[in-house]
């Protein structure tokens, strides 16, 4: 033979290379002194050829890393998070009971209240099952169209959220601020149409960041820093230009968040001044009542939000303190909204004492 087979130790499996023995006439450092080099050169190109075409294996399911060094309370935390989820689903279903059985509650503050039940609802059951699963199971894996289904309706319902806060916000400015035009300017229609924009807007703009977000390429790591799929984590995970995605991200998600802040920060400035003006003390505090709920529900929306995605980085933040506001973000903030508005409303307990004594 004009060359040997070499067999490595522990090479089992690899497929055998013809080394060509020196002297043969074929032999490249024989007959060409940088031959032999050349030869090297292309070794190493396919080398690493085949080592980047391993790296770029697509990736097929994501593994959320959120609650996986939790083992030994995983138990525990399942029984607290299944019975929250509960509560979610009462409390907010008890709220569309109440707005959908009682006539005094057909009119456009407690039809937007009960759209913002109807959306905690939703968000909690993007979240809240799959975090179930994976802390009874210990598999905390998700498939790659699930991640994306899951960062889209998640996304999603928390922008037709903030649109929506702003909606209620200007419902409350028209009923302090022009109490007698109110009829006139909320009108069954009006509040039909201010509702299903901020359901197409907030559905648009989380396809917007889907599309921009899963077209990235994937083939770094799998594992998901968060136990559910968002949007700064999952773009970490990508191998390409991440520049586009970030933009997208920054200047929507700013435009129409910071739009939707602004109008519900100046319907409040609004609010508040009128509220000065009022003489009575009754008459603040009965002007005062019929915001309050909605105030305080705000407070709680953008406070958790701010410190969920608007801190800056830093290697001293704590990833469990990380999770701690995600929660309070996704999780509890969806089962203390119908709570602050049936402690709060004196119509809204009256009809839930009615519909729950039928």
């Not at 190109?45 to 890393?65: C, G, K």
Request: hydrophobic content about 45%; charged content about 15%.
């Amino acid at each position: 033979m004009a060359g040997a087979a070499g067999w490595p130790a522990g090479s089992a499996g690899l497929v055998p290379v013809l080394v060509p023995m020196c002297g043969e006439p074929w032999c490249p450092g024989d007959r060409d002194p940088h031959a032999r080099s050349d030869h090297l050169v292309e070794l190493k190109t396919l080398e690493e050829r085949r080592d980047d075409s391993f790296n770029l294996t697509t990736v097929t399911q994501f593994i959320l890393m959120g609650l996986s060094d939790l083992h030994e309370v995983r138990y525990p935390l399942f029984a607290v998070f299944a019975t929250v989820y509960q509560i979610t689903m009462v409390g907010n279903g008890a709220i569309l009971l109440a707005v959908g059985t009682e006539k005094k509650l057909h009119t456009p503050m407690y039809y937007l209240l009960a759209n913002l039940s109807l959306l905690d609802i939703f968000c909690s059951s993007v979240t809240v099952p799959k975090m179930l699963e994976n802390l009874l199971t210990e598999k905390h894996s998700i498939s790659f169209v699930g991640c994306a289904l899951q960062l889209y309706f998640l996304v999603a319902l928390m922008g037709t959220e903030v649109f929506l806060l702003a909606v209620m916000a200007y419902d409350r400015y028209v009923a302090i601020c022009f109490p007698l035009r109110y009829t006139l300017i909320m009108t069954k229609v009006c509040c039909v149409q201010l509702t299903s924009g901020t359901w197409v807007a907030g559905f648009l703009n989380s396809l917007i960041h889907t599309l921009s977000t899963f077209s990235l390429s994937f083939c770094k790591s799998n594992r998901v820093n968060q136990y559910y799929c968002d949007i700064p984590q999952v773009v970490a995970l990508s191998c390409s230009s991440t520049y586009l995605a970030e933009m997208l991200a920054l200047v929507i998600g700013g435009i129409f968040g910071i739009s939707a802040c602004l109008a519900t920060f100046i319907s409040y400035i609004y609010i508040i001044s009128t509220i000065l003006k009022i003489q009575s003390a009754e008459g603040k505090r009965k002007a005062f009542s019929t915001c309050a709920s909605h105030l305080l529900v705000v407070c709680l929306f953008y406070g958790t939000a701010i410190f969920t995605y608007m801190r800056p980085s830093s290697s001293q933040r704590s990833p469990a303190r990380d999770r701690i506001i995600s929660m309070l973000y996704g999780v509890l903030t969806p089962m203390l909204n119908p709570i602050i508005y049936s402690l709060r409303n004196t119509e809204v307990k009256g009809a839930l004492r009615r519909v729950l004594c039928r």
